[in-house]
Nanobody, 123 residues
């Protein structure tokens, strides 16, 4: 499985931006996908999760402003995962990463990461 993020850029506070995480390879093995963000000198913080069943979860810092969703391929394999960011704030400025939990065997899971995309929110 490979993940490629896109959609980052410069946006004004109060505006919107949509990030994409394109999955390729054996995407039917993906159990869940998460979006994280990271600023220099800080740890990566979780901002959204979506499971294979479509359940979503958000931390309080982005709840009501960010929405995670997915496009499925014709065989229900994972295609693209989106992060819709609305009412953005300067503190949303960060590099955003998507990560997937991949079931590689009955008992084996690995975590696959994308390369990240930079979001800058101007005040």
């Amino acid at each position: 499985v490979q993940l490629v993020e896109s959609g980052g850029g410069l946006v004004q506070a109060g505006g919107s931006l949509r990030l994409s995480c394109a999955a390729s390879g054996s995407t039917y093995q993906i159990n869940s996908v998460r979006w994280y963000r990271q600023t220099p000198g800080s740890q990566r913080d979780l901002v959204a999760t979506i499971t294979s069943g479509g359940s979503t979860n958000y931390p309080d810092s982005v709840k009501g402003r960010f929405t995670i969703s997915r496009d499925n391929a014709w065989n229900n394999a994972w295609n693209t995962v989106y992060l819709q960011m609305d009412s953005v704030k300067p503190e949303d400025t960060a590099v955003y990463y998507c990560a997937a939990d991949v079931q590689v065997s009955i008992e084996g899971k690995i975590e696959v990461w994308g390369q990240g995309t930079l979001v800058t929110v101007s005040s």
